[in-house]
């Protein structure tokens, strides 16, 4: 493995909320001054800060993470901002770790804050502007098109229907009726009702996409000599991984997320992992729609392609399966700060391993488990294996 | 093999314009609500932080130094009156026209803070740093909770 | 892990609405002039006379549109401009009922990928479809994905060397 061994030896984070009154700063404090109480670290112990966080039209504060830094205990501190859109929150604790693994650091604050509250007339507006413009804003988009396209050719390229894919909102919302951050938890939702739910761009309806959210996630990360002093519990980052396609997406096979692959490849690779299926016990994929969990799935090589609805299906995928897949409720369940929730995934992972995990408890003493981000323009895939 | 094939024409040369139009609406937070409602009432509150014994203003939530929290037992009322630190005077505004009559910054630390505000100078002529001024408020009728609850710092009156 | 978990304030939207709490609007507002940059500003010229073109890259042998003067995969120059039909084959769609800022359609608008004749294989641009319907079960009735288009063009004197030059593409019977 790369550089020096690095474990995951604190978490801590806010209730997910359609809006905040905390500003961006107090959301990020909030967090990570509950990771550092996790660990009973304080900030005097902390050698480096990361920052993660989505588009700045968000929070609607240009450099937003100078603007976040006071309340991720950056003052005075070596800071870095990672930002891959939504692949930032995995990718923020990837570099969490390179800062760690180099020799560079001992002990690094990983804090990801997203105030999409701020936004309006709707948060959704922000996304405008990432589409190219002069060929694509002119015909006036919106960022559900750029999904519902892909959920179209991933559908008919293998015959799958939307009730294939509700299966997926229902779980996550399901489970996250048991997390404590959760924004729609909801343990009594059913496939009818994300078929009934209003169509927004079909194949897109109203419940296979995650709700818009102000939170903050952050993780206390460190050497071994250090971590096995904090806790007697370190949670080791195994691989990581991450790839960026094209940004013509029109020109990319849109029915497979090859960035993604190529992402969980390196990371099995650095992990010694050989056969995915068995060898890794949680999945946290990116689930910002409920196509995009399979999708994603399929990328980690963790299904064959076309195939990942059937773990959804046969409960493989349930958190008591053979390979639960999100058992913190996901984007779809607790909710999407952006950077925020791709954290939440590396924390959920953290607390399942360390047996934290309260009611979300997957039995049998899960000992590795894999979170995944997407983001960018669709292309970017991020990847990080946890292990006790 | 050029990369760029040379325009020859000037009326070739092509942009998109386009507007970004959004809107923030931006809460106060916790902290910043309650200091707001204080400027609403005629007060100007500071946080101090009984570890690093520094006072924040505007107050705030937690002490960005040790990020211990700044609880309801830390907040303190500073000023209205304090010294002059630094000044500007603006003649150019926002979009690039003169600014007529031009208008004065401060940055001012008021009496028990340790951080510096900074605000509109009215009422005077002459500035200087080091000099002391006063905060004007708003009539009450008029204020809303918010920063422009305070019309700016004047000169201290002997 | 619920120990580590901050209960937020959580707000509603009448207590923004009703001002029960402060809060500060501040508009974002830029205008901005992007340049359409070499590729693009021919591909504009060209589609003001009514023509899609795209750009091959003798190397790897691709015909891309859009066209770039750069090849992402090779990373070197791209070679020659290359004309294309204005026919293709829908790679995926959409029925979009709501606009960007959320609010319902009258009519849904159908984005689609479309792959272009003479272009390599998967090669698309984002545009829409019309002709096609007007409500979301016309459309789904209509429309799939495989379907073959021709571009509809705004006539000549309208044209303004925009993508929008090409209304819309619509069903191709053959
Ligand atoms: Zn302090
Ligand atoms: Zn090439």
Redesign the interface.
């Known amino acids: 493995m790369a550089g020096r061994r690095v474990a995951i030896v604190g978490a801590g984070m806010t209730k997910f909320v359609r809006r905040a009154l905390e500003t961006g700063q107090e959301l990020a404090w909030e967090a990570a001054s509950k990771a550092l109480e996790s660990c009973e670290m304080t900030l005097d112990q902390i050698d480096a800060v990361v920052l993660g966080s989505a588009p700045d039209a968000f929070d609607g504060v240009h450099m937003k993470v100078e603007y976040l830094s006071p309340g991720a205990g950056a003052w005075g501190k070596p800071t870095i901002r990672g930002y891959v859109g939504g692949g930032t929150g995995v990718f923020a604790a990837i570099q969490g770790w390179y800062h760690i693994a180099s020799g560079m650091f001992d002990t690094v604050l990983v804090v990801c804050e997203e105030k999409m509250s701020s936004c309006h007339p709707h948060p959704q507006a922000a996304f405008n502007y990432i589409f190219d413009h002069t060929l694509e804003r002119p015909l006036g988009p919106n960022l559900l098109w750029i999904f519902a396209l892909e959920m179209n050719a991933y559908m008919t390229k293998y015959g799958l229907t939307k009730r294939d894919i509700a299966m997926v909102a229902v779980k996550n919302k399901r489970n996250a009726a048991d997390h404590p951050a959760a924004q729609l938890g909801d343990p009594h939702i059913t496939i009818e009702d994300v078929l009934n739910s209003e169509v927004l761009a079909w194949p897109v309806q109203r419940l296979d996409v995650s709700p818009t959210s102000d939170g903050a996630v952050a993780i206390v990360m460190a050497a071994e000599h250090i971590a096995r002093r904090v806790t007697n519990k370190p949670v080791w980052v195994e691989g990581v991984g991450w790839s960026l396609d094209t940004q013509y997406w029109t020109n990319r096979d849109l029915s497979y997320p090859t960035y993604v692959e190529e992402a969980a490849r390196k990371a099995y690779a650095m992990a010694g992992i050989r056969e995915p299926r068995k060898e890794i016990h949680i999945v946290e994929p990116y689930d910002p729609f409920d196509y995009k969990e399979l999708h994603h799935l399929e990328g980690l090589l963790l299904a064959d392609r076309g195939k990942a609805a059937e773990l959804i299906a046969l409960g493989i995928a349930n958190r008591d399966g053979d390979m639960p897949v999100t058992p913190s409720g996901g984007l779809l369940g607790v909710g999407n700060p952006i950077a925020a929730a791709g954290l939440m995934k590396v924390a959920e992972i953290f607390w399942q391993l360390r047996g934290e995990a309260g009611k979300r408890q997957v039995p049998g003493q899960p000992r590795r488990g894999l979170a995944q981000a997407w983001g960018d323009l669709m292309q970017v895939g991020t990847v990080i294996i946890l292990g006790i | 093999m050029p990369l760029i094939e040379r325009i020859q024409h000037l009326d070739e040369v092509r942009a998109w314009r386009g507007t970004i139009q959004l809107e923030g609406v931006y809460t106060a937070g916790v902290a910043g609500e309650r200091w707001l409602r204080g400027l609403q009432e005629g007060k100007i509150y500071g946080t101090r932080c009984p570890r690093c014994r520094y006072t924040y203003v505007p107050a705030r939530r937690f002490c960005e130094r040790c990020l211990g929290p700044l609880g309801k037992d830390t907040w303190i009322e500073v000023g209205p009156s304090g010294t002059l630190v630094s000044w500007t005077r603006l003649h150019v505004a926002p979009d690039g026209t003169r600014q007529v009559p031009p208008r004065t910054l401060g940055l001012i630390r008021l009496d028990g803070a340790d951080a510096v505000l900074v605000h509109e100078l009215i009422d005077g002529q002459e500035w200087t740093s080091g000099m002391r001024v006063e905060a004007v408020f708003r009539p009450p009728a008029e204020r809303s909770g918010s920063i422009r609850d305070l019309l700016g710092f004047r000169p201290l009156s002997p | 892990?619920?120990?580590?978990?901050?209960?937020?304030?959580?707000?509603?939207?009448e207590?923004?609405e009703q001002k029960r709490?402060?809060?500060?609007?501040?508009?974002?507002?830029?205008?901005?002039?992007?340049?359409?940059g070499?590729a693009?500003?021919?591909?504009?010229?060209e589609l003001k006379a009514g023509r899609l073109i795209g750009r091959r890259c003798r190397a790897c042998g691709r015909v891309?549109i859009?066209p770039?003067?750069?090849c992402?995969?090779c990373f070197?120059?791209t070679?020659e401009w290359v004309p294309l039909a204005d026919t293709g084959t829908v790679?995926?769609?959409?029925?979009?009922?709501?606009?960007?800022?959320?609010r319902r359609l009258e009519v849904?608008?159908v984005?689609?990928?479309i792959a272009i004749d003479g272009a390599s294989p998967?090669?698309?641009?984002?545009?829409?479809l019309g002709e096609v319907g007007r409500t979301?079960e016309e459309i789904?009735d209509r429309v799939r994905?495989g379907m073959r288009v021709q571009a509809v063009w705004k006539p000549a004197g309208e044209r303004e060397?925009?993508?929008?030059d090409i209304r819309y593409f619509r069903p191709l019977e053959d």
């Open positions: 892990m619920e120990r580590w978990v901050y209960p937020v304030t959580s707000l509603r939207p207590d923004v709490v402060c809060t500060t609007r501040t508009p974002l507002r830029g205008e901005y002039a992007w340049d359409a070499v693009v500003g021919r591909f504009l010229t891309m859009p770039r003067m750069f992402e995969q070197r120059p070679d790679i995926t769609f959409s029925v979009c009922t709501i606009s960007w800022d959320m849904p608008e984005p689609a990928v998967g090669m698309g641009i984002m545009h829409k979301l789904l994905i060397g925009a993508i929008t």
